[in-house]
């Protein structure tokens, strides 16, 4: 990596399970890394000991990976910036809390969290937005050793300069300007000792040269902060981009209520990875095609200039049409460990070419396959309710005349139907749809020349006479 290589990251906390607002977020660094030649790095963002659990982080790692995320930086690959673990970086954190202590950039604040609420709800009462009041702001060293000797942990804030704007360019946003005087000071490690966000992820992404950070709106408001510190610090800030939220149908934020699920959940669903990738490359970035592109497509016409600052809304029906569109360009042989080992199983050997090619647009899902197999290729066929009426409609004499057809010229699909049509006087719809219809008990699925083909014989003749 040279100087001006860009390097984007993606910095989740291993809470839960990733949910899609997450894992755009994730593709969208991923993409602009890739689109520039440059390096993606994955930081896990575990300070929150209780609610960071192991297993979630390998899970977490999981789903990227499937997602065709993979990192050039972070846990399990390495590089030059570890340890990529918040959890095992205190004492870097240790480093630079000393720095800001040397320069009086930070004191300890002893206020209980009762006496922050009043403060706050004071503030709110009389119309202004709450901020730390400074009580603990210019405590001499006594009045400090004496807070101690009462066996209060103070936290540590960061003194927020007075006076100043705060102002960044966001890559997403333009240019932003926020009061400094608006900020209050804030706390950057916590009584318990442990380092508190603003902190450590501004440190870390200076320390390990992150240049660009695509991350969600609700981080707007902690970039100022952010800036802050660093110049503190003196350590150089990244580009950020704050990118719009993901939305419910109802405006408002994405959540299970709306039928969202978290990736693992949709991978077990059957979604296949760049269905999704498809699918959130286009939620708040919009691409001139329509058509469905690769990981290398997508990172190639990725543009932060096409992101877009209105919310992007949640719609499942967007999310099908990628997984139909992946579906089709799925090679064979992904596509069988895909659909699993049930419906080969049930897919005679010979045919099992013939079976995909025929039942792939009809399948989103394995146990569409799954369905389809049965339907082909087991005694017992249910017709359903459209079917029944149309094979009854058409009446026994036509099947009669399709027995005798198929008698003459077995799968051969046009042989058949010219036969057919010549013998019953049906043709169009009328022909099609009671074969159809007898053959698989609905009316609609693969083509009629694969059906005939697929249908074992004994099948064929069994479904055609019982309509008879
Ligand atoms: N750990 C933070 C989060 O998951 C990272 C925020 C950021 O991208 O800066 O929200």
Redesign the pocket.
Known sequence: MNDSTLKT?????PTGHIHLG?AR?ALFNALLARKNAGVFLLRI?DTDRERSQDSLMRDLLDDLRWLGLDWQEGPETGGDHGPYLQSARDEVYRRYYQVLESQDRVYPCFCSPTELALSRKAQLAAGRPPRYPGACAHLSETERALRRERGIQPTLRFRVPTGRDVVFDDLVRGPQRHASDDIGDFIIRRADGSAQ?FFT?AVD?ALMGVTH????E??LT?TPRQLLLLEALGLKAPCYGHISLLLGADGSPLSKRHGSRSVRQLREAGYLPDALNNYLARLGHTYAQDAWMDREELAAHFAIDRLNRAPARYDEAQLLHWQSETVARTPVDRLWDWLGEAVRQAVPEQVQGEFLEAVRPNVRFPEDARDWAARLFSDVLPLDEEARALTTAAGAAFFAHALAAYERHGASYKALVDDLKQRSGAKGKALFMPLRAALTGMTHGPELAHILSLVPPALVRQRLQACC
């Open positions: 990251r993606f910095a989740p906390s997450n977020t963002e966000f992820n992404d950070v695509l991350r969600g609700d981080h902690n």
